[in-house]
């Protein structure tokens, strides 16, 4: 199989169908599957997704107990994925399923990462206030001075990976937050990377999952991380 969308779900009955969609038609003619990872979703989007898999043998559902966190149910859906290319995503339509193609070319032109990103020309995200956009920016400005990383949208949700870059992370320092992406680039020294345009959009049905916990967490990740900047400065 040569790609699998790992998306993870926490109340997401009403966005979820579009999505499936979406991927679907996005990958026409690709060889591809998509593993839900649900974390007990209390709106009954397993069972939406259940439903939908009882029809199209591409979709998989994977359930797993209690809110453990975005990051966990990417690194666990990489694990029961098939896919040569892993491609994590939102479940809430903030990313346009059609940028897959484009994430997956810059693959195929020997990257080892394709992020997409909202800091690039052509990206950027509608639908923020400015103390969302101020906040975001602050976020990445500090993960990029801690860590030394020269990605722009560290922050990034949306992002396609060589099936090694996943399945063989050391760490999962990130497991109860919801960024993985700077936990794999600090962690996987000399890994090729590449940024493709996005434009995010907030969520139009249901509620956000941002809020200052998660951005405390993010703090704190970067901090545990940071000492791998110093080994890598080192050698």
């Known amino acids: 199989m040569r790609v699998s969308v790992i998306v993870p779900t926490w109340n997401e009955r009403e966005n979820i169908t579009p999505l499936l969609d979406g991927i679907s038609a996005a990958l026409k003619g690709t060889d ?25 043998p591409r979709v998989r559902l994977v359930r797993r107990h209690g809110k453990r966190g975005l990051s966990g149910a990417v690194l666990d859906g990489a694990q029961m994925a098939k896919g040569e290319y892993l491609v994590m995503m939102d479940a809430d339509l903030s990313h346009d399923p059609a ?20 800091y690039v020309a052509g990206g950027g995200a509608v639908g923020w206030p400015l103390a969302r956009r101020l906040s975001s920016r602050a976020s990445i400005l500090f993960g990029r001075l801690v860590l030394g990383l020269p990605v722009r949208d560290l922050t990034s949700g949306f ?67 940071f000492p791998r900047r110093l080994s890598r400065s080192r050698r």
Not at 206 to 215: A, L, T, Y
């Open 32 to 56: 591809f599957e998509v593993v839900v990872v649900d974390d007990g979703s209390p709106d009954g989007t397993a069972e939406v997704v259940a439903e939908r898999a009882r029809s199209d």
């Open 99 to 118: 940028c897959i193609p484009a994430l997956l070319e810059r693959l195929d032109a020997s990257c080892d990462v394709a992020v997409g990103s909202r």
């Open 159 to 225: 992002a396609a990976f060589r099936r090694n870059v996943l399945a063989e992370l050391p760490t999962r320092y990130s497991a109860h937050g919801f960024k993985l992406l700077v936990e794999v680039l600090a962690v996987w020294p000399g890994l090729r990377v590449a940024e493709c345009p996005i434009v995010f959009r907030d969520r139009a049905r249901g509620r956000s999952k941002f809020n200052v916990q998660e951005m405390l967490a993010y703090t704190w990740l970067c901090l545990r991380l």
